[in-house]
C-alpha cells in the first residue's frame, strides 16, 4: 500500500503516538494481540479499526461492502477495546455491525454469510490480561502480515490523515441461532445412537456455542445428547484453569470427569472456541492428528478424490489415510494463513493442523472446532452399538510422538546448522525446509522449527516406537541444547 502524503507531521498527516517500536510486539505475523493496557489499549484500537478502513478498502464509496462486522470474546478488556474500534472505522465513514459476545467461528460465519470483513476481539488461549483483534476480509478471507496486517500497521505508525466528512453507523445483529443452524444443516446429528459427552468450554465461549449448537438453547430441536458441562460460566479471568486445551494440564479436569461419569468421550475448546480438543473414554488425549485423519477420511466419503491439505507437523498418518481413502495430500507450512491459501489454490475440501485447527471448505475455508466436534460425534454416533471412541480412531493412530518440544537458544540459526549438519547425508535420510527444518527416515521424521516471536527451536518427532522416537529425541535436543547456546 502507497500511504498518502510524506509521512508523520506532513501537511494533513499528524504524528503518530504509535511509533513502529511499539506496534511491531502488538501487530503480529497473523493478529493484533498484546497485554492491556500494557502494550495496547483503547486508543490503538480506535487507531486499528481506522486503518483498517483505509487498508481493506471497505467504505461503500471507494467500492466496498461499507460495513465491518465486529465480535468479541468474554474478556473483561473487551467492551471498551470493541467501541473504540467501532468508533474509529465510523470516523472514516464505514458502518459496523455487532454481532455481541461471539466465538472467533461465529465471527467467520457471520463474515460469509452477510459478505462482509470482520473483527474478531480475542487473544484466543492467552490468559486474561491479554486482548487482541483477528481481521477478515469478506467471506471469512484471512487478513495477516503480508495481506493488510503490516500495511495496517505502518499507516497507524505514520499518522492517520483527518476523516472525511460523514460518519457511519453501529447496529447490533444476533448470528448466534443462523450459526447454529448452518453448522447442523454441515453434520446432521439425529440419526445417531446417543452419546454422553463431557464438554469443558474454559469458562470461554464454548459456554455460548455448544448450548445453542448441541442443545436447544437457539431454538433447534434436540440431539441424542446428554451433554455435561463443565465451567460453561463465561468468565475471562478463567478462574477454573487457562483456556489452552493444548496444555496437558488443563485437561485433567476434562479427562477425569469423563471417567467418572462414564462418558463416551470429552470435548475441549479453547477460549475463543476456534479449536477443539478430544478426550477418548478412557480419559486419554486424542491426537489432534488422528481428529484430522478422521475427518479426512469422512470428508472424502462425501467427495471421492478430492484434495486434503495438512501442515507439515501432522502424523504421517494422515497422508497414509487419505491416500487410501483416494484423496490427494497437499503438504503446507504451519499457520493458518498457509491453510488457507493452499485451500483455495486447489480446491481442498478440508485441512487440518496438528494444534487443533482444522478448516472447511463448505465453511468458507475458515477454521471451525465446533464444526470439527460435530464430525467426531457424527463419526461416533454412526458406528455400531459398544463402538467406542478409541476403537473408532485406532487406524488413524499409527505412531509414536513427541509432542511439540520448545528450547530457547542464544543462536536460533546456528543450533539449526548444527542439526542439519548432524543428518545431511546419512544413509536414507531425506531433508526439506518447507517450513524450518524435516528430517525423514523410514522409520520416524522430525521437524525443527523457529519461533516467529521468541529464540525457540520447536521440536516434533515421531516414529513407529516409542525407543525410536526417543532416540531422535534425544539426539537432537543435545545438538540444539549442546555448547555454549
Given amino acids: 500500500m502507497t500511504l498518502p502524503d510524506d509521512g508523520p507531521g506532513s501537511p494533513g498527516r499528524p504524528a503518530s503516538a504509535w511509533t513502529l517500536a511499539r506496534l511491531a510486539p502488538v501487530i503480529k505475523a ?17 487507531e486499528i479499526g481506522a486503518a483498517a478502513v483505509e487498508v481493506l478498502g471497505v467504505r461503500a464509496e471507494d467500492g466496498g461492502p461499507g460495513a465491518i462486522v465486529i465480535g468479541q470474546d468474554m474478556r473483561p478488556s473487551g467492551e471498551e477495546l470493541v467501541e473504540a474500534f467501532a468508533d474509529g472505522v465510523t470516523s472514516r465513514g464505514c458502518d459496523v455491525i455487532r454481532i455481541g459476545l461471539s466465538s472467533t467461528d461465529g465471527l467467520y460465519f457471520a463474515s460469509g454469510a452477510l459478505g462482509l470483513p470482520g473483527a474478531m ?6 490468559p486474561a490480561r491479554y486482548n487482541g483483534i483477528k481481521l477478515c476480509r469478506a467471506n471469512a478471507a484471512p487478513v495477516g502480515e503480508e495481506t493488510g496486517l503490516r500495511d495496517i500497521r505502518d499507516l497507524v505508525a505514520s499518522g492517520l490523515t483527518p476523516p472525511r466528512s460523514g460518519r457511519g453507523t453501529v447496529s447490533e445483529r444476533d448470528m448466534l441461532g443462523p450459526y447454529a443452524e448452518y453448522l447442523r444443516g454441515l453434520v446432521d446429528l439425529r440419526g445417531g445412537r446417543p452419546l454422553r459427552v463431557v464438554v469443558d468450554a474454559g469458562n470461554g465461549m464454548a459456554g455460548l456455542t455448544v448450548p445453542a449448537v448441541l442443545g436447544r438453547a437457539a431454538g433447534l430441536e434436540s440431539l441424542p445428547l446428554d451433554v455435561l458441562p463443565m465451567y460453561f460460566e463465561l468468565d475471562g479471568t478463567f478462574p477454573h484453569h487457562e483456556a489452552n486445551p493444548i496444555e496437558p494440564e488443563n485437561l485433567r479436569d476434562l479427562q477425569e470427569a469423563v471417567v467418572r461419569t462414564g462418558a463416551d468421550l470429552g470435548l475441549a475448546f479453547d477460549g475463543d472456541a ?9 480419559g486419554r488425549a486424542v491426537t489432534p ?7 479426512a477420511a469422512r470428508e472424502l466419503a462425501r467427495e471421492p478424490g478430492a484434495t486434503i491439505i495438512h501442515n507439515c507437523i501432522t502424523s504421517r498418518a494422515v497422508p497414509e489415510v487419505i491416500a487410501e481413502s483416494g484423496g490427494v495430500a497437499v503438504r503446507t507450512r504451519v499457520g493458518h494463513s498457509f ?9 481442498a475440501v478440508f485441512g487440518g493442523e496438528h494444534s487443533g485447527h482444522f478448516y472447511f471448505a463448505d465453511f468458507w475455508r475458515a477454521d471451525s472446532g465446533m464444526l470439527a466436534a460435530l464430525h467426531v460425534l457424527a463419526a461416533l454416533g454412526e458406528s455400531p452399538a459398544g463402538t467406542s471412541l478409541s ?8 505412531y509414536v510422538a513427541s509432542g511439540e518440544i520448545n528450547s530457547e537458544v542464544a543462536d536460533v540459526a546456528a543450533a539449526a546448522a548444527d542439526v542439519r549438519g548432524a543428518f545431511a547425508g546419512r544413509d536414507g535420510v531425506e531433508l526439506d525446509d518447507l517450513d524450518g527444518l524435516t528430517v525423514s527416515a523410514p522409520s520416524w521424521w522430525f521437524n525443527l522449527r523457529p519461533s516467529n516471536t521468541e529464540p525457540l527451536l520447536r521440536l516434533n518427532v515421531e516414529a513407529v516406537d516409542a525407543g525410536t522416537m526417543e532416540a531422535v529425541r534425544d539426539e537432537v535436543l543435545a545438538l540444539v541444547r549442546g555448547g555454549s547456546r
Avoid at 476481539?121 to 492467552?126: D, E, K, L
Avoid at 476456534?274 to 478412557?282: A, I, K, M, S
Fill in 274 to 282: 476456534d479449536r477443539c480438543f478430544v478426550v477418548d473414554e478412557q
Fill in 391 to 398: 476403537h473408532l480412531l485406532a487406524p488413524y493412530d499409527r
Fill in 30 to 46: 497473523y493478529d493484533v494481540r498484546g497485554v492491556v493496557p500494557d502494550q495496547w489499549d483503547a486508543s490503538l484500537a480506535r
Fill in 121 to 126: 476481539f480475542t487473544a484466543s488461549h492467552n
Fill in 339 to 347: 491453510i488457507k491459501a493452499r485451500m483455495a489454490e486447489t480446491g
Fill in 289 to 295: 492428528s488422528a481428529i484430522t485423519a478422521l475427518i
